[in-house]
């Protein structure tokens, strides 16, 4: 093995050990410049680190000689006897989503030879111009750390893994080894239409900037890797520093924020992209990653996300919520006779029980209550204090930094319209000691 570039490839193979001799690698030959280097490149490779190969094409039907290109890689493969499959796509349902839909078919196609062959890995021929485009397109879509990412070079995908050898590999490079070789590619004359964003920056933006600097292409793969392993590692740091201040609440989550990193917003913006992300598969946009940085250094906010979830932060607490948790509150009401539970529409139980021993679940009343009615807050509720004046709820409910869908949420025990119980937030307060009752009370979380 002579050629530069099948020297740097194993080189590359060596050092990163994506591939194994022991792998059944499924290659997605389309039989342009650059997977048919990569399927060179591979059979070129010493026995000792060459998988078992395998080739699949899909023939996208949308060019005249596409059939004769899959002829031609069907040729390579049986000449070298590399099993080969192929299928033909015909027709795409819309015209905009095409680009979308002929990959979902590809990759369901690469699955399903995979599954039935038993083959471990799939390669891919992406390359150092994908990557370069990919990471400036995306640097131009979003400004976030965590979307900003170039190619992976090897991830678990579907039956196995996707790797993609070639992200070190420019295209000339690799169209300069086929010629070396005396290997014919199929050319895409659509890569050469100016219609999408890709091919624009492919053809003027790109060009330009290598010839600032021509090692372009190389610094971006580079930032690409070091951009991915610091995910990787942030990843597991928020992992360990959100574990133990995260709680499930009614509909969602709650962060407790105090303390937490140094309290500088864009770090803590940060940790709430790959909060969301994590916990509901949402990607944070320009606008609204601008938006958390700026609730950061308020007591209160809202901030509405993708779907019907909002982020809440209330004091020293970040909520992610369903947003139909701060809805109206319910005018549920329930009747309640002592010693019977009461299951409320929430899951939550309630039993009030007279008791003989004081005891901080304990509350006293001056009389035996005709009527008790469990319901939520309403407008204009107020509390009794000791020394019989009353204190607005809401006033005690802001006092107790209680977030205000939380304040929707809360169940009121009622003797005689005179709210005698709600749930960590008040006990009927009098210096009569006639009766004692008992609130026993179960959450379904
Ligand atoms: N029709 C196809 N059949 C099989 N694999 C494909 C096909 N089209 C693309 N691929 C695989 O997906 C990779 C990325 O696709 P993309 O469309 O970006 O590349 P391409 O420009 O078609 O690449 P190539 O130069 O190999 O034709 C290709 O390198 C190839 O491995």
Request: charged share 20%; aromatic share 10%.
């Amino acid at each position: 093995m002579t050629d530069p570039t099948e020297i740097k490839f194993m080189q590359i193979m060596h050092q990163t050990a994506y591939l194994k001799p022991e792998d059944r690698l499924l290659v997605a030959v389309s039989g342009g410049s650059d997977s048919m280097a990569l399927l060179n490149l591979l059979l070129h490779l010493p026995d000792s680190m060459r998988p078992k190969l395998f080739v699949a094409t899909v023939d996208f039907a949308l060019r005249s000689i596409s059939s004769q290109e899959v002829a031609a890689v069907r040729q390579f493969c049986q000449q070298r006897q590399i099993p080969f499959w192929t299928t033909r796509w015909q027709h795409a349902t819309s015209v905009t989503s095409m680009e979308a839909q002929a990959r979902q078919f590809r990759y369901n196609f690469f699955q399903q030879i995979m599954q039935k062959n038993q083959l471990t890995k799939l390669a891919t021929a992406h390359q150092a111009d994908d990557q370069a485009e990919t990471i400036l397109m995306k640097l131009i879509r979003s400004g976030s750390f965590w979307t900003v990412q170039g190619i992976v070079p090897c991830q678990t995908w579907k039956v196995g893994q996707l790797v993609r050898p070639l992200l070190n590999f420019t295209k000339k490079e690799l169209q300069d080894y086929l010629h070396r070789q005396h290997l014919s590619y199929a050319v895409d004359e659509s890569n050469f239409q100016d219609i999408t964003w890709r091919n624009r920056l492919r053809h003027y933006v790109l060009p330009q900037l290598q010839r600032e600097n021509p090692r372009l292409h190389e610094h971006l793969q580079q930032f690409s890797q070091q951009q991915i392993s610091v995910q990787n590692l942030l990843q597991q740091y928020f992992q360990t520093l959100i574990a133990p201040r995260l709680t499930r609440v009614l509909q969602g989550w709650q962060l407790d924020l105090q303390d937490l990193l140094t309290g500088e917003p864009v770090q803590l913006s940060l940790l709430v992209q790959y909060l969301v992300h994590d916990l509901i598969q949402v990607e944070l946009t320009g606008r609204q990653l601008a938006a958390v940085q700026q609730l950061f250094p308020k007591a209160n906010g809202l901030l509405k996300l993708t779907g019907d979830w909002q982020l809440q932060k209330s004091y020293r607490y970040l909520f992610l919520l369903r947003s139909a948790t701060s809805t109206s509150p319910s005018t549920e009401q329930y009747l309640l006779q002592i010693d019977q539970q009461v299951l409320a529409n929430d899951g939550q139980k309630f039993t009030i029980k007279q008791s003989i021993q004081k005891s901080p679940k304990t509350f006293y009343y001056d009389h035996w209550p005709r009527r008790i009615v469990l319901r939520h807050r309403q407008p204009g509720d107020q509390v009794r204090l000791l020394n019989g004046q009353h204190q607005k709820l809401k006033a005690r409910l802001i006092n107790l930094k209680i977030p205000q869908w939380q304040r929707d949420q809360l169940w009121l025990i009622l003797f005689d319209q005179e709210i005698v119980w709600i749930p960590q937030v008040y006990r009927y307060q009098t210096p009569s000691k006639k009766f004692l009752f008992e609130v026993k009370w179960e959450r379904n979380n």
